[in-house]
């Protein structure tokens, strides 16, 4: 029995009979991009409010995708992007900052099980690759064939410079390989090495080298698939370098004389908007956009140096702040031309979310000793432009400013410092009395349950809403009925 990815398999069979350039076939899922964008808001994007229009091809894409308006992630590059590999809270993973310098494997609750997208796809008979920033997991570059699933790779290894002369860790190509018309000759006919190197950058901008890898890749694969029904269907994670960044331009971005931070961070929006532009632009010319689904995503907030606007109002970048929009709240765009058409989610999904997703949508299970089970796939709401999750809420963590552990929804946001905020508007939170928590029913109060337990897991303590009473262990929360306060059972 066929289930939905199964039955949108065959519906775009039959639409392409006649069709020259259709790609897909009853037995092959769907391809699968996923397009991770390096520290931008939703305060940049106009279809989220922003009064200034700086991404022509993404507001283009929002336009054939389903929005999620509630798509939230880790405030910090390295947490958010180890969600998105694993399916699983910083709780889980033990990966909670940035400095990777000192972290040792055996410092963190991290294994193979981390590094569960790749696997759920090479395991699913997909040809798969990622080029890009992969942060924390740059630990297991020795292993990303093995243990992560990834048949190819190409990552800034984070030596040296982003932009411009950066130090790569690849395994396309040989020892040999130099140049960029050379990698991109290997990505065409899918040659690799077993081992890592660490290759130089020079005279290359990092993010046009992985845009042209890109784009090599989808050539190869629309070859393949166009000549060929039993072809493989193709997995790429490509999480950006940009825009995050510094003055580090190519000649025909760079800022003008005296140009402000701000200024400098709009111009490297634009330069991602024109990158993933020319990426969509191929899956059209090629007959790969139809079979492939695209999920355009962002790893955090604005840096807080930077702004963006919403509603007339000047919002600055809240990166490393978990409890407001501004750091937490993120792009979340997905498309699938042959199974669903635009509409709006406003139910809460997030980074742990995405792994779930893809799996059902490529009619995939996942294998073995991964463990995703945070995660809540939101493919069926897509499908249907409805919500028909069972999860209601999202954690955010954060060690660079308190509160530490943070539950929202649409609607609510419970600290582990024991505050409750309603959120009356995005980017615009109003502290609420404790009572709060009991006064709205089981939903927050459950929210504030779940909480608790996320926070000591994460080795913090939780502040029981009004009082000053802190625990570090967790209990059954009920409701007192004089003092219409959360207790312990």
């Not at 960044?245 to 931070?261: F, H, I, Q, R, V």
């Not at 969509?280 to 492939?292: C, P, Y």
Request: glycine share 8%; net charge positive; aromatic share 10%.
């Amino acid at each position: 029995m066929l289930g939905v990815a199964g039955v949108v398999w065959v519906t775009l069979l039959v639409a392409c009979v006649g069709v020259n350039n259709c790609t897909a076939s009853a037995t092959r899922p769907p391809n699968v991009i996923v397009v991770n964008i390096d520290d931008v808001g939703t305060e940049q994007f106009k279809f989220y409010g922003s009064n200034v229009s700086l991404t022509p091809n993404i507001d283009a894409f929002e336009k054939e995708a389903v929005r999620f308006d509630n798509f939230f992630a880790q405030p910090l590059c390295g947490p958010s992007r180890a969600a998105l590999f694993s399916g699983r809270w910083p709780s889980d993973t033990g990966i909670i900052y940035n400095k990777i310098a000192d972290m040792a494997l055996s410092d963190l609750n991290v294994s193979r099980a981390e590094c569960t997208i790749g696997q759920v796809f090479k395991q699913g008979g997909y040809d798969t690759a990622i080029v890009g920033k992969v942060h924390n997991f740059i630990k297991f570059s020795g292993r990303f064939d093995s243990a992560c699933g990834f048949d190819m790779w190409h990552l800034w290894s984070r030596d040296g410079h982003r932009f411009f002369g950066a130090d790569v860790l690849t395994n396309i190509g040989d020892e040999t390989t130099e140049g960029l018309r050379a990698f991109k000759t290997a990505v065409r006919r899918k040659v690799v090495s077993k081992q890592r190197r660490i290759v130089h950058d020079s005279g290359l901008y990092t993010p046009f080298m992985n845009r042209d890898l890109v784009l090599a890749f989808l050539s190869r694969h629309a070859t393949k698939q166009r000549s060929s029904t039993t072809a493989p269907p193709f997995f790429l994670l490509w999480p950006m370098v940009l825009a995050h960044g510094t003055k580090e331009e190519t000649e025909d971005t760079l800022p003008k004389p005296g140009a402000s931070p701000e200024e400098e961070f709009g111009l490297r929006i634009q330069v991602v908007d024109k990158i993933i532009g020319k990426v969509l632009t191929k899956l059209k010319d090629t007959g790969l956009a139809s079979s492939t689904v695209v999920l355009l995503v962002s790893d955090n907030g604005s840096p807080r140096s930077d702004h963006g606007w919403y509603k007339g109002r000047r919002i600055q970048g809240g990166k490393k702040i978990n409890l407001v929009d501004e750091g937490s709240r993120v792009l979340g765009l997905m498309r699938y031309p042959a199974g669903f058409q635009h509409s709006v989610i406003t139910d809460p999904v997030s980074m742990t979310d995405i792994v779930p997703t893809l799996a059902e949508a490529a009619g995939l299970t996942i294998p073995e000793g991964q463990d995703v089970s945070t995660g809540e796939s939101f493919w069926n709401a897509a499908i249907t432009g409805k919500s028909t999750r069972k999860k209601r809420w999202v954690f955010t963590y954060s060690i660079d400013r308190s509160p530490a552990v943070v539950a929202q929804n649409t609607q609510w946001k419970v600290t582990n410092d024991g505050e409750i905020y309603r959120r009356t508007d995005f980017f615009e939170l109003s502290l609420q009395p404790a009572t709060t928590i009991c006064d709205q029913g089981k939903n927050v109060l459950a929210m504030t349950q779940d909480l608790f337990r996320k926070t000591i897991d994460f080795g913090y303590s939780f502040t029981m809403p009004g009082t000053t009473t802190t625990y570090n262990s967790v209990c059954q929360l009920v409701c007192n009925a004089t003092t219409r306060l959360p207790e312990c059972k």
